[in-house]
Antibody
């Protein structure tokens, strides 16, 4: 059974930092494109960042570029999202997601609510 | 960035109805279009990938069609468990972009 389990401290003040982790099991993590997708309360899905399977390419949404950093540890089957200079508008449920090759985002974590508030 | 526009934003339907949701891309995305179902408090679930391929485990009442810029998700006979929000998403290029969602409600 495939599992993606997000974890990490989830409350920060504006201007602060958080790091999310996503532990993967039941899939070949090293061959997988991995994404972070977020959803603000009552809003739609928004793509945040991507890491390709061999670790050579990362991409970011303009709204987080320069503030967020995606990384992965294939030895630990873990994906990370370092979030710096947090803003109130970064408040959202963050999902760790696997994209199957040409098959859409086929596995999602349970999501973790990040709250940025003073 | 490629913009994805869904219509309608919401609809009311009854059990047994045929439901169609459309998604339009701002430029051609070939068949790189996926559909997801989201229920409150749950992670989204992949229904259809590459426009028309049914994800394993998804009931056959769900189907997808289209290519280029215009796509459709059809539920042939709406069931009680299908009341949810549906999103389209393009995987043609980065940034990946989603439609704004279509909420299917009980009439």
């Amino acid at each position: 059974e495939v599992q993606l389990v997000e974890s990490g401290r989830t409350l920060a003040q504006p201007g602060g930092s958080l790091r999310l982790s996503c532990a993967a099991s039941g899939l070949t993590f090293s061959n997988s494109w991995m994404h972070w997708v977020r959803q603000a309360p009552g809003r739609g899905l928004v793509w945040v960042s991507r890491f390709n399977s061999d670790g050579s390419v990362t991409n970011y949404a303009d709204s987080v570029k320069g503030r967020f950093t995606i990384s992965r540890d294939n030895a630990k089957n873990t994906l990370y999202l370092q979030m710096n200079s947090l803003r109130a508008e970064d408040t959202a449920v963050y999902y760790c997601v696997r994209e199957g090759a040409g098959r859409g985002m086929d596995y999602w974590g349970q999501g973790t609510l990040v709250t940025v508030s003073s | 960035d490629i913009q994805m526009t869904q219509s309608p934003s919401s609809l009311s339907a009854s059990v047994g109805d045929r439901v169609t949701i459309t998604c339009r891309a701002s430029q051609s995305i070939s068949s790189y279009l996926n559909w997801y179902q989201e229920k409150p408090g749950k992670a989204p679930n992949l229904l259809i990938y590459t426009a028309s391929s049914l994800q394993s485990g998804v009931p056959s009442r769900f189907s997808g069609s289209g290519s280029g810029t215009d796509f459709t998700l059809t539920i042939s006979s709406l069931q009680a468990e299908d009341f949810a929000t549906y999103y389209c998403q393009q995987s043609y290029t980065t940034p990946r972009t989603f439609g704004q969602g279509t909420k299917v409600e009980i009439k």
